[in-house]
T-cell receptor
Framework: DVKVTQSSRYLVKRTGEKVFLECVQDMDHENMFWYRQDPGLGLRLIYFSYDVKMKEKGDIPEGYSVSREKKERFSLILESASTNQTSMYLC??????????????FGSGTRLTVV | AQKVTQAQTEISVVEKEDVTLDCVYETRDTTYYLFWYKQPPSGELVFLIRRNSFDEQNEISGRYSWNFQKSTSSFNFTITASQVVDSAVYFCALSGDTGTASKLTFGTGTRLQVTL
């Protein structure tokens, strides 16, 4: 069964900490995405990557960075966590080009709380 | 820019009622793709359907049906005879046909609560 795995389901971090959210996919997909989900705002794209070492900013990249050293792994980095980054973070992957029938494959999400 | 609007924030129905979730989209692409995803309490988004912009045929899958109308830029989702297991947040999403990565633009979601 194909999967996108996010390393943590729940995470609590302190303000100012550097936080790493990890995402691994086993489908050999070129594209990977990080979204955050907030009530009333839906899913908003933070960053995406269409190849190893390639990255592009999404709609809300401020306060975040990403790393993609290997095709299967896409990391989201909060350089200095703040309370307004408390959110659900969703990772997704897809093959390149025209969306396949299923669109993206999503991970289960990481609920991050910054205190 | 692409935009997806789900005006209904939350809907509550009693089991066996029919319910329609609205989705209105904006795009300048001539070819585009529309999706519906379900997010149950477990959190993982589950794919329900994809519709191409050049295929306006409506679709039915069991209790689920989708009405795609290009003239009104809408892609509405109807659940017939709703069940408690349908309780979830439902997202409508839109993707264009350009660039190396096809980004999905999501609506804000509609929370559906089905009670006994």
């Amino acid at each position: 069964d194909v999967k996108v795995t996010q390393s943590s389901r729940y995470l609590v971090k302190r303000t100012g900490e550097k936080v790493f959210l990890e995402c691994v996919q086993d489908m050999d997909h070129e594209n990977m995405f990080w979204y955050r989900q907030d009530p009333g705002l839906g899913l908003r794209l933070i960053y995406f990557s269409y190849d190893v070492k390639m990255k592009e900013k999404g709609d809300i990249p401020e306060g975040y960075s990403v790393s993609r050293e290997k095709k299967e792994r896409f990391s989201l980095i909060l350089e200095s966590a703040s309370t307004n980054q408390t959110s659900m973070y969703l990772c997704a992957s897809s093959p390149p080009g025209i969306p396949k029938d299923y669109g993206y494959t999503f991970g289960s999400g990481t609920r991050l709380t910054v205190v | 820019a692409q935009k997806v609007t789900q005006a209904q924030t939350e809907i509550s129905v009693v089991e066996k009622e029919d319910v329609t979730l609205d989705c209105v989209y904006e795009t300048r692409d001539t070819t585009y793709y529309l999706f519906w995803y379900k997010q149950p309490p477990s959190g993982e988004l589950v794919f329900l359907i994809r519709r191409n912009s050049f295929d306006e045929q409506n679709e039915i899958s069991g209790r689920y049906s989708w009405n795609f109308q290009k003239s009104t830029s809408s892609f509405n989702f109807t659940i017939t005879a709703s069940q408690v297991v349908d309780s979830a947040v439902y997202f409508c999403a839109l993707s264009g046909d350009t660039g190396t990565a096809s980004k999905l633009t999501f609506g804000t979601g509609t929370r559906l609560q089905v009670t006994l």
